[in-house]
């Protein structure tokens, strides 16, 4: 839609991938906001023209005023949306864990060639958390060359992704993509913590951020595996939902789970335990968990 829009101008995915790409380079150098800082100013009239352009959508257009804000409130040292972006969600996220949070290492960002994951849809950005012993860092990789408003727009849905399924994890071990519990239950929790903060973290593209989470669901567990794990986890959310009834207290749950200490096999065999019937919110064991008469260490040690 970009691409015809402003025939012979630059467009806006030529706007962010030049975004993209220099801060990609920026990334890896002593310079950062310098480089980036110069890239935005630069930049930054071809998004205000695309803004009052008579064919932009109200959805490419909230896309736009973001990053226009980001570019013209940020100032040379923090006009990079991506790591301004990726700071506000860690934020959040070490307000939800609480003690039990500990920051990851600083962010990383990298350029790709093409869509990360080799799909053919917008979205073409990938994120990815280190291991543990690597200080659980997050790794986001942009393509260049095809980055666009959508995949700008489900960088948040990436970001809590990482953040609250993957670095608040107290288990101590590798992300596993085909967990039920991390993949599944704990997506179900990030992406109800991004409807719930986007106006706040995202301002003027958050519908856009919540419209593109969900539409992206399939580009980000595109194998049967990964999606069998995520699926099997939100059923399991879904079901916790339908037997207590409110929703921010099961992602609530979610978060105490994901933070204790213990092995992700255990938290996995919760998932399979609420699917199979065998635990229900509304009794007890659970149900005493959920009202704070029991911690959570205790129901997954009893499993
Ligand atoms: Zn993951």
Not at 120 to 141: C, E, F, M, Q, W
Request: proline share 6%.
């Amino acid at each position: 839609m970009f691409a015809s829009l402003l025939p012979g101008a630059p467009n806006l995915r030529n706007l962010v991938s030049n975004m993209v790409l220099h801060a990609g380079v920026a990334a890896q150098s002593a310079t950062e906001g310098a480089v980036v800082g110069t890239m935005v100013h630069l930049t930054s009239a071809t998004a205000n023209s695309l803004i009052v352009h008579p064919g932009t959508t109200p959805a490419e257009r909230a896309v736009l005023n973001a990053i226009s804000g980001h570019l013209a409130s940020g100032g040379i040292a923090t006009a990079d949306p991506f790591h301004e972006l990726y700071r506000s969600c860690e934020q959040a996220c070490a307000h939800l864990y609480g003690d039990a949070w500990s920051n990851p290492t600083p962010f990383e960002l990298r350029s790709a060639v093409g869509h990360p994951r080799g799909l053919h849809d917008p979205y073409a950005v990938d994120g990815k958390t280190a291991s543990p012993s690597d200080g659980r860092r997050v790794l986001l990789r942009v393509s260049t060359t095809r980055l666009g408003p959508e995949a700008y727009a489900v960088l948040p849905r990436v970001f809590l992704h990482e953040l609250i399924c993957h670095v608040g994890a107290g288990d101590g071990e590798d992300p596993d993509p085909l967990s039920p519990f991390a993949e599944g239950l704990m997506d179900w929790a990030s992406l109800h913590y991004l409807e719930a903060w986007a106006p706040v973290l995202c301002g003027g593209f958050s519908n856009a951020a919540v419209i593109h989470a969900q539409a992206s669901a399939g580009s980000f567990k595109a194998h049967p595996s990964t999606k069998a794990a995520r699926e099997t986890g939100q059923d399991a959310a879904l079901m916790l939902v339908h037997q207590r009834a409110s929703q921010p207290e099961i992602a609530r749950l979610a978060i105490d789970l994901n933070a204790a200490g213990r092995s992700r096999e255990s938290k996995n065999e919760f998932v399979r335990r609420v699917l199979g019937g065998r635990l229900d919110a509304a009794s007890a064991p659970l149900s005493d968990v959920l009202d704070g008469r029991t911690s959570v260490e205790v129901l997954l040690d009893s499993l």
